[in-house]
């Protein structure tokens, strides 16, 4: 094999999307798919990949400094692509200190494992960390995350992955370690978990549950299909630059009342209901604590310097997202019973 690249987090949403791209681009890499199989890591996502000679599954939680150092014992890496986190906002305001342990500590024992795996041999080599756009905080009505905005961040979930991209940064200042970072708006597409905006609704308008909108319902966000977001992922880690952050995003803003009214009407035409049916599942519940009002990307540095832009419109690619979500419902019912059932009634109140 040419090489070979470790993959965390590969089983969840990004990531598997990242680990299929490569596996299938890359015959002569030896990817490496590193996942501890929480609640949102689900390998069913790689079926059609798990065969392919040069793709590896290790089950290893990241948090476990031990589990990491025997894994980088057992095998040499020429590069990390780290996306294993804890990634729901609302989760990380139940829990904020799974959040430090797989987010913060997480990074801080796989970028030791790589100092020591690399301590001699630092040239070619690279640890690429994503992040998001959330470490910026919340904008106003005017203006763009641009690289050099500064970390602002207002929830558990944002502030663990502040801390990381800090960790990661000092990391390259204090011992030379290769690195890239970039900060990704957010992402929808097929595979998300449904606990997420999107999924949440289409799988809610399915089954004909209350759509359970936060506050006004006039919080923006910067829409990205997961296949560009992969597509940019492998274009920076090959073509990036060492100690550079790229901002990645959709230019695609649109407000969670007008999104869910699109995605409500797209789903009454193919689900065949009368036009405003599913509309009327919208309810006002209460609001998300620290609710950041508004994320916007400007994301020409990536443009401009890599030649990267979104392949598809919010049009094509809900569509394609919608399209799966309905062609694999039996995906979507074996997350949605048990125990997300449960955290799914402490969350909304049974609704
Ligand atoms: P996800 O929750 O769908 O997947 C996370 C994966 O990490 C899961 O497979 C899970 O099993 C694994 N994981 C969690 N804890 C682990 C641990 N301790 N050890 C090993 N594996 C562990 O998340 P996602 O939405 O695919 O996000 C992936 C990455 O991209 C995250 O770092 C997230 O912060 C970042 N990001 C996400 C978005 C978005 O919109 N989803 C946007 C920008 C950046
Ligand atoms: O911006 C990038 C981030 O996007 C990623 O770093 C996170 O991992 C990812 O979860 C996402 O965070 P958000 O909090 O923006 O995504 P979420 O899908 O949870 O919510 C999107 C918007 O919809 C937000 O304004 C909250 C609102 N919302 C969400 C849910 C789940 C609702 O109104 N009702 C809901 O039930």
Same mark, same amino acid.
């Given at each position: 094999?040419?090489?070979?690249?470790?993959?965390t987090?590969?089983?969840g949403?990004?990531g598997?999307?990242v680990?299929r791209?490569?596996?299938?681009?890359?015959p002569? %890499?030896?990817?490496v798919n590193l996942?501890?199989l929480?609640?949102?890591?689900?390998l069913?996502?790689l079926r059609?990949?798990? !065969? #392919?000679?040069?793709?590896?599954?290790?089950r290893v939680d990241?948090?476990d400094a031990?589990q990491?150092?025997?894994?980088?014992?057992?095998?040499?890496f020429?590069?990390?692509i780290h996306l294993?986190?804890?990634?729901?906002?609302?989760?990380? $305001?139940?829990d904020? @200190?799974?959040?430090? #342990?797989t987010?913060?500590?997480?990074?801080?024992n796989l970028?030791?494992?790589?100092r020591r795996?690399w +301590?001699?041999?630092?040239?070619?080599?690279?640890?690429y960390?994503?992040s998001?756009d959330?470490?910026?905080g919340?904008?106003g009505?005017e203006g763009?995350f641009?690289e050099?905005?500064?970390?602002?961040?207002n929830?558990?979930?944002s502030?663990?992955k502040a801390s990381?991209?800090?960790?990661?940064r000092?990391? *390259?200042?204090?011992?030379? @370690?290769?690195y890239v970072?970039?900060?990704?708006?957010?992402?929808?597409g097929p595979?998300q978990?449904?606990e997420?905006?999107?999924?949440?609704f $289409?799988?809610? $308008?399915?089954?004909?549950?209350?759509?359970p909108?936060?506050g006004?319902g !006039?919080y923006?966000?910067?829409?990205?299909f997961?296949l560009?977001?992969a597509l940019?992922i492998d @274009?920076?880690?090959?073509?990036g +630059?060492?100690g550079?952050t790229?901002?990645i995003?959709?230019?695609?803003?649109w407000?969670n009342?007008d999104?869910?009214?699109?995605l409500?009407r797209v789903?009454?035409?193919?689900?065949g209901r009368?036009? *405003?049916?599913?509309?009327e599942?919208?309810?006002?519940?209460?609001?998300r604590?620290?609710?950041?009002r508004?994320?916007?990307?400007?994301?020409t540095? $990536?443009e401009?310097?890599l030649?990267?832009r979104? %392949?598809v419109?919010?049009?094509? *690619?809900l569509?394609?997202t919608i399209?799966w979500?309905l062609?694999?419902?039996?995906?979507?019912?074996?997350?949605?019973?048990?125990r997300? !059932?449960?955290?799914y009634?402490r969350m909304? *109140?049974g609704?």
């Amino acid at each position: 094999m040419a090489e070979r690249i470790l993959v965390t987090g590969g089983a969840g949403f990004i990531g598997s999307h990242v680990v299929r791209l490569l596996v299938e681009r890359y015959p002569n %890499s030896e990817i490496v798919n590193l996942d501890a199989l929480t609640y949102a890591g689900n390998l069913e996502n790689l079926r059609d990949v798990e !065969q #392919r000679p040069n793709y590896r599954f290790v089950r290893v939680d990241i948090g476990d400094a031990a589990q990491v150092d025997a894994l980088f014992a057992e095998m040499a890496f020429d590069g990390v692509i780290h996306l294993a986190a804890e990634s729901h906002v609302d989760r990380s $305001i139940e829990d904020p @200190l799974a959040f430090v #342990r797989t987010n913060v500590i997480g990074t801080v024992n796989l970028l030791n494992a790589c100092r020591r795996q690399w +301590k001699d041999a630092m040239e070619g080599k690279r640890f690429y960390h994503i992040s998001t756009d959330e470490v910026y905080g919340t904008l106003g009505k005017e203006g763009l995350f641009t690289e050099t905005t500064a970390y602002d961040p207002n929830s558990p979930y944002s502030a663990s992955k502040a801390s990381s991209d800090h960790f990661v940064r000092a990391y *390259g200042e204090t011992y030379g @370690l290769p690195y890239v970072v970039t900060n990704c708006s957010n992402n929808y597409g097929p595979n998300q978990f449904p606990e997420k905006l999107i999924p949440l609704f $289409i799988n809610n $308008i399915r089954i004909g549950k209350p759509l359970p909108v936060y506050g006004d319902g !006039q919080y923006t966000r910067d829409w990205l299909f997961v296949l560009d977001h992969a597509l940019a992922i492998d @274009l920076v880690y090959r073509q990036g +630059k060492n100690g550079e952050t790229y901002n990645i995003g959709g230019f695609n803003e649109w407000t969670n009342l007008d999104l869910i009214h699109l995605l409500c009407r797209v789903m009454d035409r193919k689900l065949g209901r009368t036009e *405003g049916s599913s509309a009327e599942l919208i309810t006002y519940v209460k609001d998300r604590p620290g609710h950041d009002r508004r994320y916007a990307i400007d994301a020409t540095k $990536i443009e401009r310097e890599l030649g990267w832009r979104p %392949s598809v419109t919010f049009e094509q *690619g809900l569509e394609q997202t919608i399209d799966w979500y309905l062609a694999n419902t039996e995906w979507l019912e074996n997350l949605t019973s048990g125990r997300y !059932q449960e955290y799914y009634d402490r969350m909304y *109140g049974g609704r």
